[in-house]
């Protein structure tokens, strides 16, 4: 009874105001402003009733106070978020040319009303959020109650447009949409403890991007006032909607990337559409179980004895990785050495992570999920799961060569000493790992603990982490991830692997395919105090460990040109901890300067400053960034869809 009496309210609002226009304008007016009134409801109607139908009967099978709800709820408003301000924008652009191309000449005083009714459409799309909370934690009652509000505001706004005509009427639509949106969702979020900022963290940024591609689209298209305006009847009204629709739409897409700093709400849509056209592709053809596989089995470990090999164990911690999720399994599954096991651990993604993860346990994958913690504490879990007697870690969006985990078990063997640390080569790649390129770096050799330490310090080179291997004795005797560390987290670790090793064996031939970090993954630090204090933190136990091996001239060096290398991160705003990095290079023996600018930035910090030049430094790679990786992306779903290309 609640939800016909909502439906009620509902079409009272929805013939109220082709009254009040009838009644005041006449049958003329009303004409224009039904068929501009049509096409608006049409455009939310085919977006917003079959979601509709799709959200209430899945949320509805959610704890209403889980992650799962709020994770669901809010990818759906991104999507129709996306798309609904969108269309806004754009039809605020193209409504009197799309209206004319739909309708012929004589009907451009509904363009006009219907240009007004645009801006309505995304802030009524995120509006319809409210009432699938309301249903789908079962409190249609609520959903009632804010009819009775809703209809009454409306009329309200109605009443207030009447005397500019159906063109006040179409604003009092839109405006009803936009000031009723937030309030609707916090009482509807109400009884679930369901706040509104989450949706707003998710909503604005496509209003930013909505505004300003409109914008720019206008100041592109207004010297041209025939394609605007649709001036010329048939052809150029429908000309004019693709051409500016055409040239909105690229600028709102880069827009909506650089304010999200990737690509991941185009590949969600993406992602979408091709689940409807029933042509998403399924995790892929995972190999089959054979007797050595199974779910961390005993018959796992069972095999493991009865071939004296020892078991593997490929550890995986997963956050938000559904782009590259089935690729890095399969590239664990394709390992050549046996016995193995994979586990996954889930750090609570808010996407289909854990989803795709799920889909390999057939295969032998092992998936288990947490809330979110960090990535060493999702190492730290996947540890306590294992059961192998070596360890491959290996992040969410990284590849091996089938062979790399039994090259290295072949050292292993021939060497016979269990505290060897075995490292292998690796090269970057962002899509198209099939052009990777491997160049070789001072620590691609045999060393001992400590000058592999001096090298690393001395010369800012690093090992990827899926790069080791490690026996379980050294695993246990570096102890656990350290969960302070935001980023290099797995330098720090592997540092304590280090110290606790018989040195550094190099395996030449295994290969590591590191997906070369963007902006917004764990280890690009940018501006956050909080990545800044815990990479400070991770200096400080890098040089204590290095010290702890040997206090000596040539080690001390080599601290100086780390903390010379990294002073860049502090320098100069964050002065507590550059004072604690200039104390600490005056007790190495040394004095650090101000950090080294290229030309393109050094005449910026004489101009502007500082501030200036890490403005600049931190938007202008970014940009780069997203356009390399936008086309390495483009060319390698080009490729790939003709042909499948294995590691």
Request: hydrophobic share 45%.
């Amino acid at each position: 009874m609640n939800v016909y009496g909502r439906f009620a309210l509902s079409y009272f609002s929805r013939n109220t105001d082709n009254l009040l226009v009838g009644w005041r304008f006449g049958p003329g007016s009303l004409g224009f402003y039904k068929k501009a009134y049509d096409l608006f409801a049409l455009t939310a109607g085919q977006l917003a009733a079959p979601i509709t139908n799709v959200a209430v009967a899945a949320l509805s099978r959610y704890n209403p106070r889980s992650p799962e709800y709020k994770r669901n709820l809010l990818g759906a408003v991104s999507v129709i978020t996306f798309i609904g301000m969108g269309l806004s924008a754009i039809f605020v652009l193209i409504g009197k040319d799309l209206i004319r191309a739909l309708l012929g000449p004589g009907w451009e005083t509904a363009g006009t009303i219907f240009t007004f009714f645009a801006p309505g459409i995304g802030a009524m799309l995120v509006y319809y959020v409210h009432g699938w909370i309301h249903l789908s934690i079962g409190r249609a009652d609520r959903w009632l109650k804010w009819g009775v509000l809703e209809v009454s505001l409306t009329c309200l706004f109605f009443l207030a447009g009447l005397p500019w005509g159906p063109v006040g009427i179409a604003v009092a639509w839109s405006v009803s949409f936009w000031v009723l949106a937030i309030p609707s969702l916090w009482y509807a979020g109400k009884p679930i403890e369901f706040g509104v900022t989450p949706i707003l963290s998710v909503v604005w940024r496509y209003v930013v991007a909505a505004l300003f591609a409109g914008y720019a689209t206008l100041a592109i298209v207004r010297p041209l006032p025939h394609l605007l305006l649709g001036m010329k009847p048939g052809v150029t009204a429908a000309t004019a909607v693709l051409a500016i629709s055409a040239l909105f739409g690229a600028i709102y897409v880069l827009l909506v990337m650089l304010l999200h700093g990737s690509t991941a709400p185009i590949d969600q849509l993406i992602g979408i559409l091709r689940e409807m056209a029933s042509r998403r592709t399924s995790p892929g053809p995972a190999p089959m179980p054979s007797p050595n596989r199974g779910d961390l089995s005993e018959r796992q470990v069972y095999t493991a004895a009865r071939n004296e090999r020892p078991l593997v164990s490929i550890l995986i911690p997963a956050f938000n990785a559904e782009e590259w999720i089935a690729d890095t399994l399969r590239s664990a599954l394709a390992q050549t050495w046996e016995p193995k096991e994979i586990i996954v651990v889930d750090d609570g993604s808010t996407d289909k992570t854990l989803e795709i993860a799920r889909c390999f346990q057939p295969a032998g994958v092992r998936v288990v999920t947490q809330e979110n913690q960090g990535a060493a504490a999702a190492r730290n879990h996947a540890f306590s799961l294992s059961n192998g007697q070596y360890i491959q870690w290996l992040d969410a969006d990284d590849l091996l060569s089938p062979d790399k985990v039994a090259l290295q078990m072949k050292e292993a063997g021939n060497s016979n000493n269990r505290q060897m640390l075995l490292s292998s080569g690796f090269g970057k790649f962002k899509y198209r790992f099939y052009r990777t390129s491997f160049v070789p770096t001072p620590l691609w050799r045999d060393q001992t603990a400590l000058d592999w330490l001096v090298c690393k310090l001395s010369q800012n080179v690093y090992m990827q982490t899926a790069t080791w291997l490690v026996s379980r004795e050294l695993s246990e005797a570096a102890g656990p991830w350290d969960t302070r560390l935001l980023g290099d987290d797995d330098g720090e670790y592997f540092c304590r692997v280090l110290l606790a090793s018989d040195g550094v064996k190099f395996v030449p031939g295994a290969k590591v395919y590191y997906r070369a970090p963007w902006f917004g993954t764990l280890s690009y630090i940018g501006s956050s105090k909080k990545k800044i204090d815990a990479h400070w933190l991770s200096m400080r136990l890098h040089i204590g460990y290095a010290r702890s091996l040997e206090d000596s001239e040539r080690v001390r060096a080599a601290c100086l040109k780390y903390l010379q290398t990294c002073f860049i991160y502090f320098y100069p705003e964050r002065t507590e901890i550059v004072k604690d990095v200039e104390g600490l290079a005056k007790e190495l023996g040394g004095q650090l300067h101000a950090p080294d600018l290229s030309w393109k930035y050094s005449w910026i910090r004489r101009l502007f400053g500082w501030s200036a030049v890490k403005g600049v430094q931190a938007r202008i790679p970014r940009i780069r960034w997203l356009i390399l990786k936008t086309w390495d992306k483009a060319l390698f779903r080009l490729r790939t869809r003709f042909t499948r290309i294995e590691l």
